[in-house]
């Protein structure tokens, strides 16, 4: 069982990234899967999770909602993360998290800073 992200990098504030996390070894669409992120010095904070197949709906945190929309192509066996209009203090590591059995990708670096 194993979850991987990507798609971090630097942007500008106000810019917008696209985060993966692809799924394998389990039956991806079964789970529901989450976004989390820890900025430096900081704990690590849940930013969006996602449902699986039999009801998709999908959840924020206050912070970014209207700017983040989470989404899952089950075909492809990923989970997205649209990240807009993002803000200098949503620099940090980016995880996807699998809870039921508690699995974690290994996290992708998103500076946001001019």
């Known amino acids: 069982v194993q979850l991987q992200a990507s798609g971090g990098g630097l942007v500008q504030p106000g810019g917008s990234l696209r985060l993966s996390c692809a799924g394998s070894?389990?039956?991806?669409?079964?789970?529901?899967i989450g976004w989390f992120r820890q900025a430096p010095g900081k704990e690590r904070e849940r930013v969006s999770c996602?449902?699986?197949?039999?009801?998709?709906?999908?959840g924020y945190a206050r912070s970014v909602k209207g700017r983040f929309t989470i989404s899952r192509d089950n075909a492809k066996n990923t989970v997205y993360l649209q990240m807009n209009s993002l803000k200098p203090e949503e620099t940090g590591v980016y995880y996807c998290?699998?809870?039921?059995?508690?699995?974690w990708g290994q996290g992708t670096q998103v500076t946001v800073s001019s």
């Open positions: 998290h699998m809870g039921y059995w508690d699995v």
């Open positions: 070894g389990f039956n991806f669409e079964d789970y529901a």
């Open positions: 996602i449902s699986s197949h039999e009801s998709i709906t999908s």
